[in-house]
């Protein structure tokens, strides 16, 4: 029998398992009674994909940042 | 000495030895930098499957924790009395060490693998010796701490040669060095640029989360508490179903 | 085929990996062994990669990886209590949102990807539940009340929950800000230690004093009528602040902090120090065995009320708090609990072996297992690899035909050795496979192991360890710390008619933090000190962790060879052969 190999996340599977956790953020605040926290957690998140994506071409990201 | 380096190397030191507080942040760096490379050679002499290598990688590092003490001391020393700087505490606490080689739980050895490693080696060994130098031939540190430099010099000189050594064999048994060693130099470059990004985003993201906090947490204040202390029924939720123990809140 | 379930606690600090085969622990690392990064927060690769190679598996094998917390939870708490700061949190904001949003936040796809693990094998176990789930699976109680005592989780920072065979339940818990942990991280702060590492010397400072500025700390903590506590938020900044955890309040009422490294000489042992040094330490002394003493008072107030409302004989222990051994010994002595258990790895390395243990036990609904017998469950060299190392580094050794008499016999003339033998502790504390051995008849033995070996403090004391069969003869351990004194996990007193036999492991106030060594938890330790009670008539060794200061205990051959060779070590035992020093 052959050992099975470890998973390799996908880069949809990474941006898909992302997606859940914003929505899985959202679901527990609203779960929670915390709902005066969901528009905040809203505007943090969509920073957050932006830092993400930043992150993403960090070897250029002095130049970003300038034309930011 | 490459001419670039010699170019920049030389004045950037003059700055750095002369502003007040600075040779204390140098010493300080070096004496981290120094015990992260004895843990990448000690990384090293566990993993070669060179037996032969296992030594020479040993004592190297026993070199470079003896180095890191050596640079600490300056630093203890340099510090005022009674007031330690922020430099001496780094050195004081190695839970602060980040300056090794190890990435994402792999050591420098198992990512470069044993040719590309001794090459990595040699570049930087060589560059520190060349950098030593230039802090020496312009006697900028005092004159312990040149005695220090000078003392590690020597070590520093033997791993050079018995690197190179051992980069010559890979030549002769037509092993591709030269690119290894191209490589080690352009990794340098690219790693220090790195940390010039990653430094630089972080503060300039900084600077926009600051934004936004100033701009948008300030109307959810009016609704927000801290929660109140004594004990408190523990909120209602399944703690044994596996339906809640898949959810991350 | 049986299943696997690997546990993981990472990225706040003591990242460790268990892996569990059909609920029986396999191994149990901590990564900062294989990095020797003390600490190490990192996602613990090569732990984990260390266990899964124990079991002769992939990742591809794997039932279930359950993370040690609650994520979205912990990231709630961090939003809403910098809201409910506001703008005094202007510093904090930013470094955490960066930390969250750049990396912690998604989790899942972080641990995916780290440990090559589908999502939905992934399972996510609350912080404290983890603690809670440590100590009671682990234990051999079959009922008990589970007190989890640390900094922060997600939101609870004490916790009580009732064990009962598999299922484990919430109590009742108290809430950020108000954390009995960072109030002591706080006073380690202000003594000048780092925070999450310093809290022993705290402790070990605290015998020098006395407690002058308990009123003043009464001021920062209340105990309440009902069983709980409240902090006084005016005193603290951990909630707001990036790195300070005082307020300017706290130091106009305790006097200006210690800044890290200062020489510390109190009036029982002040050296060559200066006036000024002295009235200072003692200053550092007070304050330490104020805290100590209030966090002891604190702990027997919560087990007070654990008892009122579990109303079992049996406590179990975890979180940070619980590897306070002097609060454990009171605890012990004056709580209501006919027994206590407090889980080795009572920090966050443990939340691993706690969220692994609760998948099984609660999730899986699979019963209980026989008790944690032995902690010696980290990576193991082996006689064959060390000797192969050995040999390449150069070293001259011997193999003895009986190493533990061997090494009995180098103790009882003075020297101080390295013992390695089998696999790493599970835990903070050294159990005599990864120790530093001396002979605790000399009085000399303590300072010179602090200052030529370890290049420690020297007020800092050492801990015993002694044979079972003569624990009662040499220690007063309350009936209670049984268990706990078998992991160094309490301190006892020391008979008055002993301490002049035992100097180098006695400390100040006449206590000492014993290891009751059985044959079974670790045969061959057990071995050495019967072969030096034969001897020296003392079934008692000096027991130190092998490390040097600032790193984390030895783990690998290399390990134990490169901190031999740079501390005053006279000789070092490893996997049973005898390596001679250098020249």
């Given at each position: 029998m052959s050992t099975p190999e470890p998973y390799e996340p996908s880069r949809l599977d990474a941006t898909l398992a992302r997606l859940g956790t914003a929505g899985a953020l959202l679901s527990m605040l609203a779960r929670g009674g915390r709902w005066w926290m969901l528009p905040l957690a809203l505007i943090v998140l969509v920073v957050g994909v932006g830092l993400l994506v930043l992150q993403s071409v960090h070897y250029v990201a002095p130049f970003i940042y300038m034309v930011f | 000495m490459g001419q670039l380096r010699r170019a920049y190397l030389g004045p950037i030191s003059e700055v750095a030895w002369r502003l007040p507080g600075w040779p204390t942040r140098l010493l300080a760096a070096f004496s981290l930098a120094e015990r992260g490379s004895m843990l990448d050679m000690l990384a090293a002499a566990d993993a070669t499957p060179r037996r032969e290598m296992r030594r020479k990688y040993f004592l190297h590092a026993l070199d470079e924790g003896r180095h890191a003490g050596i640079f600490a001391s300056r630093v203890r020393a340099l510090s005022p009395p009674g007031n330690i700087s922020r430099a001496q505490a780094a050195t004081e606490d190695a839970g602060l060490l980040q300056g090794h080689g190890i990435v994402a739980g792999e050591t420098l050895f198992a990512r470069l693998g044993e040719m590309d490693f001794l090459a990595f080696v040699f570049v930087a060994e060589a560059d520190a010796v060349e950098q030593f130098h230039v802090y020496l031939d312009r006697r900028l540190p005092d004159p312990d701490t040149t005695a220090a430099l000078r003392d590690i010099l020597k070590d520093e000189s033997f791993h050079v040669s018995y690197s190179k050594l051992e980069c010559d064999k890979y030549r002769r048994e037509g092993q591709p060095i030269d690119h290894a060693i191209r490589l080690a130099r352009w990794r340098r470059v690219k790693e220090g640029w790195m940390r010039f990004t990653r430094d630089f985003g972080e503060r300039m993201s900084g600077v926009w989360l600051l934004v936004l906090y100033f701009l948008v947490i300030w109307p959810f204040r009016l609704v927000a508490r801290l929660e109140r202390g004594g004990w408190q029924r523990a909120p209602a939720r399944p703690t044994s179903a596996l339906a809640a123990a898949r959810l991350e809140g | 085929?049986?299943?696997?379930?690997?546990?993981?606690?990472?990225?706040?600090?003591?990242?460790?990996?268990?892996?569990?085969?059909?609920?029986?622990?396999?191994?149990?690392?901590?990564?900062?062994?294989?990095?020797?990064?003390?600490?190490?927060?990192?996602?613990?690769?090569?732990?984990?990669?260390?266990?899964?190679?124990?079991?002769?598996?992939?990742?591809?094998?794997?039932?279930?990886?359950?993370?040690?917390?609650?994520?979205?939870?912990?990231?709630?708490?961090?939003?809403?209590?910098?809201?409910?700061?506001?703008?005094?949190?202007?510093?904090?904001?930013?470094?955490?949102?960066?930390?969250?949003?750049?990396?912690?936040?998604?989790?899942?796809?972080?641990?995916?990807?780290?440990?090559?693990?589908r999502s939905d094998r992934l399972l996510f176990c609350e912080h404290h539940l983890s603690h809670a789930a440590s100590a009671?699976?682990?234990?051999?109680?079959?009922?008990?009340?589970?007190?989890?005592?640390?900094?922060?989780?997600?939101?609870?920072?004490?916790?009580?929950w009732r064990g009962d065979g598999s299922a484990l339940e919430p109590v009742s818990e108290v809430r950020f800000p108000h954390s009995l942990g960072l109030l002591y991280s706080t006073i380690t702060a202000h003594l000048g230690f780092a925070v999450n590492e310093g809290e022993y010397k705290v402790m070990g400072m605290a015998a020098y004093g006395k407690p002058a500025f308990r009123q003043e700390l009464d001021r920062l903590l209340k105990l309440d009528p009902a069983g709980g506590f409240e902090l006084d938020l005016d005193y603290f900044s951990f909630h707001y602040h990036p790195t300070r955890s005082g307020s300017p309040a706290l130091e106009a009422l305790l006097g200006p902090p210690r800044f890290p490294g200062a020489p510390f000489a109190p009036a029982v042992a002040p050296g060559d120090a200066s006036a000024q040094q002295i009235v200072e330490s003692q200053r550092w002394a007070d304050i330490a065995a104020s805290a100590q003493a209030q966090v002891e008072d604190a702990m027997l107030h919560l087990v007070r009320y654990a008892k009122g409302a579990v109303g079992t004989d049996a406590l179990c222990l975890a979180g940070g708090v619980a590897l306070n051994s002097v609060a454990n010994r009171r605890v012990a002595a004056e709580g209501p609990f006919a027994h206590v258990w407090v889980q080795p790895a009572a920090g966050d390395a443990g939340g691993a072996m706690g969220a692994a243990m609760w998948a099984w036990h609660a999730v899986l609904g699979n019963p209980r297992q026989p008790p944690l017998a032995r902690m010696d469950l980290g990576r193991v060299n082996g006689p064959a690899r060390s000797s192969e190392m050995l040999t390449d580094l150069g070293a001259k050794f011997t193999e003895p035909a009986d190493p533990g008499a061997s090494a009995a016999a180098e103790l009882a003339d003075g020297k101080v050795i390295g013992w390695v033998e089998g696999g790493d502790e599970w835990g903070p504390r050294a159990l005599g496979h990864r120790s530093i051995l001396a002979d605790p008849r000399s009085t000399e033995v303590k300072d010179h192991v602090n200052a030529r070996v370890k290049y420690r403090e020297l007020f800092r004391p050492f801990a015993p360890a002694v044979t079972a069969a003569a624990a009662a003869d040499w220690f007063d351990i309350p009936a209670a710390a049984a268990e706990p004194a078998r992991w160094m996990l309490s301190t006892a007193g020391v008979h008055e008619a002993r301490q002049a036999t035992i100097p180098a492991v006695v400390h100040v106030d006449g206590s000492a933090r014993v290891q009751v060594v059985d044959p079974v938890a670790s045969p061959a330790f057990h071995q050495l000190l019967v072969e030096f009670n034969k001897l020296s008539g003392v079934p008692v060794v000096l027991n130190t962790s092998f490390n040097l200061k600032g790193e984390p205990m030895v783990s690998s051959t290399v390990d134990a060879m490169a901190s031999f060779v740079r501390s005053g070590l006279d000789v070092l035992y490893i996997d049973g052969l005898r390596v001679e020093r250098p020249k």
């Open positions: - | - | 085929m049986p299943a696997y379930i690997l546990g993981i606690s990472a990225l706040y600090h003591d990242a460790a990996a268990v892996l569990l085969r059909d609920g029986v622990v396999v191994g149990a690392a901590q990564e900062e062994r294989f990095s020797r990064v003390k600490h190490d927060a990192a996602m613990p690769r090569r732990a984990a990669a260390w266990c899964l190679e124990q079991a002769g598996i992939t990742a591809a094998d794997l039932d279930y990886l359950v993370f040690y917390e609650k994520p979205l939870r912990k990231f709630e708490r961090i939003l809403a209590t910098s809201v409910a700061t506001f703008p005094r949190s202007w510093g904090s904001f930013p470094r955490q949102m960066r930390a969250w949003l750049g990396d912690k936040l998604w989790l899942r796809t972080n641990l995916c990807a780290t440990f090559g693990v009671f699976y682990a234990s051999p109680h079959e009922k008990a009340a589970v007190l989890a005592v640390d900094g922060v989780g997600e939101w609870a920072t004490t916790s009580l």
